[in-house]
Each structure stands twice: as C-alpha cells, then as structure tokens.
C-alpha cells in the first residue's frame, strides 16, 4: 500500500505564499514523477506543475515565475512553494505520484487526498 499526505494548505489574502508538502510512505520502490494538481469548484482538475526528476520540472503557463515545486527525494517528499497568490486560484491542490512498488512492470499513478487553498481578496 502506498499513501500520499499533503499538508499546508490554508487561508491566505492575495499577494501571499503558501508552502505544500506531500509526502509518499508504504511499499515503494522507486519514484518517477511527482507532481501537483488543483480542482477549483464547478471546474475540472488541471495540472500545475511536475518534477519529472529534482532538476526536470514543468509549469502550468498561469503559475510560471510565481510557483516553484521541488522535490526531496530522500524523504520522497514534494514540494510546491506558492507566491503572489491570486483569489482565482482558490481550489483543492491534489499531489500526484508515479511509484514504483515492484521491481517490474509500469508504475501506478497515485493521489493524495487533497490540500484545501483559499486566498482572500
């Protein structure tokens, strides 16, 4: 079994930051990519950044140069460092994660249960 935890999600005004953890425990071999999500509501979940590896990541066009995600892979902990927030980006912000958990076969895709962010105006 594998499970993913996030933390530090909460009620911040607009124009200030918030830090993300998810953390991977159970039995797992190796990870690839480790990433984040957010579903705001009445809308479909969409993809807001990924570390392929600690120095491969990628952006949602809408967060480049205010979000930074980043990744422990010790701890096999990800991380999403969110500055300048804006009250549109209000949502629940879902940690993804390719993990390996035999020494064969693809890798499974698993979600965490979610992080509710909220910026105020």
């Known amino acids: 079994q594998v499970q993913l935890v996030e933390s530090g999600g909460g009620l911040v005004q607009a124009g200030g930051s918030l830090r993300l953890s998810c953390a991977a425990s159970?039995?797992?071999?190796?990870?690839?990519?480790m990433g984040w999500y957010r579903q705001a509501p009445g809308k479909s979940r969409e993809l807001v950044a990924v570390?392929?590896?600690?120095?491969?990541?990628n952006y949602a066009d809408f967060v480049k140069e205010r979000f930074t995600i980043s990744r422990d892979n010790a701890k096999n902990t990800v991380y999403l460092q969110m500055n300048s927030l804006k009250p549109e980006e209000t949502a629940v912000y879902y940690c993804?994660?390719?993990?390996?958990?035999?020494?064969?076969?693809?890798?499974?895709?698993?979600w965490g249960q979610g992080t509710q962010v909220t910026v105020s105006s």
């Open positions: 993804n994660a390719d993990i390996q958990t035999r020494h064969y076969g693809p890798p499974t895709g698993y």
């Open positions: 159970g039995s797992i071999v190796s990870i690839n990519a």
């Open positions: 570390a392929i590896s600690r120095r491969r990541t």
